[in-house]
């Protein structure tokens, strides 16, 4: 007779196990490199997991050593269960570094508290603010709720399409509420929330606001409602006073979305006289050329491969993943999030390792790969060839799309003045193996890693009349790169890896 077996699915890795009714959920996670330092004793926490699907009734153990908030968010303690139906975990030791933003800003004092959140696809940053002060009074992040039915955010459009659309807005303002809830009971329970702001790309946008998201997913890709929505909290089915005015500001055009508007005017891009670049590296590398006078942007195809995907040993930026790879006397040396055994190789680390591939000469400048096999990395994690022509693309993508709109303003790559990189992975790549592999070609003194430009833009809108907003969105002209007669030409050109350093 066949044994019973359950579905586990392991977050932020992606990892999917079918295993047998009623192991130990300890064996199953040892097995995938998760540590039990007490030995499974119900003494560390550091075996947490966090439900997002399935059932796994907190005992009494859990009850005294976990809060009551941590038990209501669905954490409990691998150590103490069994597998006995299907579940989705987040592993606390697999936890991803989501970049918050503390960057001091200048700001008109308003009464009330304000919720600034950058609403992403893998990840959500939430700060609330006083608005009297401009302090942020407490923060919170997750991973976004609605990653179960899909990491990225094609799949995510997909399930969409096949009825899932309720449902993702469903799970994503459920999230938020919750957000937000512990963060006013954390930090200023008595005091009135007059604002939240949210931003996000314009899949995300559409998702909360309830907006059909089939024109995104066919050409030209271009959003029928762009706009700034606002909602009363009863509408989102928030317990917040009616008072609250919530907010999502505008999407730009094409797939550039209100996290890009937000962005520029956190760098200041729209004020300043020389050529500046906003570039958003995900799977669709945003790219924003402009000055006080212009402001033009683009998305472009760029795929998964910076987000580690696609990837033949592909992960998110969380715990295991190589980082960074060097060469020290001509030897590959790897850095790991967490210290611990390396699992798989995150955008950064393939930025990295194809920089390092192409210095030993095992990588020829048109990509291919001259070892045999594959590069080795440390341990069991390797480049393989496919992972080069990955990243060949992604990089030949966003290249090109930064040169056509330089040469829109009748300028070069080493023209850009100043070249600001958004996001996690704009904050950890090493711009000297950017420069390297021929993503990126301005010198490397006037790129700067910006951080979290989505929040902290979002944090400037609270303080701001939204319609400002709204005006800046429509001075951006959107480029769509496929109808640039040039595009295919110097899309395969940067595909190319410049030959020398
Ligand atoms: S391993 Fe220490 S509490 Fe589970």
């Known amino acids: 007779m066949n044994q019973p077996t359950c579905d586990l699915t392991l977050s932020p890795a992606g990892r999917r196990l079918r295993v047998a009714a009623g192991s130990a959920l300890q064996d199953v996670l040892f097995e995938q490199g998760v540590e039990f330092p007490c030995g499974g004793r119900g003494r560390c926490k550091s075996c947490r997991v966090k439900l997002l699907k399935?059932?796994?009734?907190?005992?009494?153990?859990?009850?005294?050593?976990?809060?009551?908030?941590?038990?209501?968010?669905?954490?409990?303690?691998?150590?103490?269960?069994?597998?006995?139906?299907?579940?989705?975990?987040?592993?606390?030791q697999w936890e991803m570094p989501?970049?918050?933003?503390?960057?001091?800003?200048?700001?008109?004092?308003?009464?009330?508290?304000?919720?600034?959140?950058?609403?992403?696809?893998?990840?959500?940053?939430?700060?609330?603010?006083?608005?009297?002060?401009?302090?942020?009074?407490?923060?919170?992040?997750?991973?976004?709720?609605?990653?179960?039915?899909g990491d990225d955010i094609i799949t995510r459009v997909e399930f969409a399409l096949h009825g899932g659309q309720t449902e993702l807005e469903r799970l994503i303002r459920e999230q938020l509420g919750r957000m937000i809830e512990h963060l006013l009971a954390a930090a200023a329970p008595e005091q009135s929330l007059a604002r939240i702001v949210l931003v996000g790309n314009t899949v995300m946008h559409h998702l909360f606001c309830g907006i059909d998201v089939t024109p995104l997913a066919t050409h030209p890709f271009e959003p029928e409602h762009p706009g700034r929505f606002r909602f009363s909290p009863s509408q989102l089915?928030?317990?917040?006073?009616?008072?609250?005015?919530?907010?999502?500001?505008?999407?730009?055009g094409g797939l550039v979305g209100p996290d890009i508007l937000a962005g520029i005017v956190a760098t200041g891009l729209h004020e300043g006289a020389g050529l500046a670049v906003l570039l958003d590296l995900g799977t669709n590398g945003e790219v924003v050329a402009g000055n006080r006078d212009k402001l033009l942007c683009t998305s472009t195809a760029a795929g998964p491969a910076f987000e580690g995907a696609r990837i033949s040993m592909g992960m998110r930026a969380a715990t295991g993943a190589i980082s960074e790879v060097q060469l020290i006397d001509r030897a590959v040396v790897c850095r790991v999030i967490g210290s611990g055994a390396p699992r798989g190789l995150c955008g950064s680390g393939l930025v990295d390792a194809v920089a390092a591939g192409l210095d030993l000469r095992w990588i020829e400048a048109n990509g291919r790969m001259t070892l045999a096999g594959a590069m080795p990395l440390s341990g069991p994690v390797a480049l393989l060839p496919q992972d080069v022509r990955e990243l060949q693309l992604a990089k030949g993508a966003i290249a090109a799309g930064l040169r056509i709109l330089a040469a829109r303003f009748g300028a070069t790559l080493a023209d850009i003045q100043q070249l600001y990189l958004a996001g996690a992975f704009g904050n950890y790549i090493s711009r000297t193996s950017a420069q390297r592999i021929g993503l990126l070609r301005t010198p490397v003194d006037r790129i700067v890693p910006a951080g979290n430009t989505a929040l902290l833009g979002a944090k400037r809108a609270l303080f701001e009349d939204a319609a400002a907003w709204d005006g800046l969105a429509c001075r951006i002209e959107h480029v769509a790169l496929h109808e640039e007669p040039e595009f295919q030409d110097i899309f395969a050109e940067e595909m190319r890896f410049p030959e020398t350093a």
Do not use: Y
């Open 54 to 92: 399935g059932r796994l009734q907190a005992n009494a153990e859990e009850t005294k050593l976990l809060t009551a908030v941590e038990l209501a968010d669905g954490w409990r303690l691998a150590c103490r269960h069994c597998i006995d139906g299907d579940l989705e975990l987040e592993l606390a």
């Open 237 to 252: 089915g928030w317990n917040f006073g009616e008072e609250t005015m919530v907010e999502f500001l505008p999407c730009i």
């Open 98 to 149: 989501i970049l918050s933003d503390h960057s001091a800003f200048t700001f008109t004092p308003q009464a009330g508290l304000g919720v600034a959140v950058d609403l992403g696809t893998t990840t959500i940053a939430a700060q609330l603010l006083d608005m009297g002060t401009g302090n942020v009074l407490a923060v919170a992040t997750a991973l976004n709720a609605q990653a179960r039915h």
